[in-house]
């Protein structure tokens, strides 16, 4: 488990707007795993972030589940391997007020586990 990675994605998670900081650690977090690394504004754009999911777990499942009410819309979001059966080696679950902000700790949740 790459501790560091999942206490990134527990920390935006928690927070309602991500800092300059928290955008720049995420950035560096998947930027040797995508073909172009994100910006930080990206960060805000639910495609942008599916396409970062993509890219770096081509071919999971994403189940996605919240309220749509601002400005906490409380999110979640799973990413597996497999939808078919219950048994992947690792799964990434994230929460948060909006939608890219779940999916982005799901990411890295995923990532984090993965070594």
Not at 15 to 25: G, K
Not at 52 to 72: D, F, K, M, Y
Not at 97 to 103: D, G, K, N, R, V
């Amino acid at each position: 488990m790459n501790e560091p990675l999942a206490g990134l994605a527990h920390e935006i998670e928690s927070a309602f707007e991500l800092s300059d900081s928290l955008a720049e650690r995420a950035r560096d977090a998947v930027a040797g795993k995508v073909s172009a690394p994100p910006e930080a504004a990206d960060f805000e754009s639910t495609d942008k972030i599916l396409r970062l999911v993509q890219e770096c777990l081509p071919g999971w499942s994403i189940h996605i589940r919240g309220t749509a009410t601002n400005p906490n819309g409380h999110w979640h979001c799973s990413l597996r391997k497999s939808e078919v059966r219950d048994n992947d080696a690792f799964v990434g679950i994230g929460r948060g007020p909006s939608l890219p902000h779940a999916l982005l700790a799901a990411l890295l949740g995923a990532l984090a586990q993965s070594g």
